[in-house]
């Protein structure tokens, strides 16, 4: 969807909170953002909130609010009707939300090893690296 949308991309940028399967320190977070940067060759840029700070995230007050209200008082019986609930979501300003049920089964419990996280081809930046980082593609080393 974000190939047709933004065909000339050359760079992702991904803005995050600072917990749960996405936070700054899980290692496989970052292995996973390597296979993605090959795959799309492109870099890919993120930008964690700070620890203890994820009610700035704008995703959750602009869209997880409007999806809260769609479904309230409806019984969510199924992964179906959740799906579809939150499918159905729309805001006065235009927000249309897409959604769809993953079907696939994850693996538990994956460990990243040292020589695995040392394959990244990862920059931290200048300001607070631990939480703002570029993963480049390994044919391509950004500059920094």
């Known amino acids: 969807m974000g190939r047709e949308r933004y065909p000339s991309a050359r760079s992702l940028l991904i803005t995050a909170d600072g917990g749960g399967s996405n936070g700054s320190r899980v290692r496989l977070w970052k292995l996973e953002l390597q296979k993605l940067a090959d795959e799309l060759g492109v ?7 700070p620890p203890g700070t994820s009610k700035w995230n704008k995703i959750e007050h602009r ?9 309230r008082g409806k019984p969510l019986i199924s992964h179906q009707v ?3 609930l939150i499918a159905a979501t729309t805001t006065k300003t235009g927000l249309k939300v897409r959604c769809e049920l993953d079907q696939n089964t994850y693996p538990a419990g994956i460990k990243v090893s040292d020589a695995e996280m040392d394959a990244v081809n990862l920059t931290r930046h200048d300001f607070h690296g631990e939480w703002n980082y570029t993963v480049s593609p390994k044919a391509l080393t950004l500059e920094r």
């Open 43 to 49: 870099p890919i840029t993120v930008c964690h909130l």
């Open 82 to 84: 959740i799906v579809q």
């Open 63 to 71: 869209l997880f609010s409007f999806i809260t209200g769609n479904w």
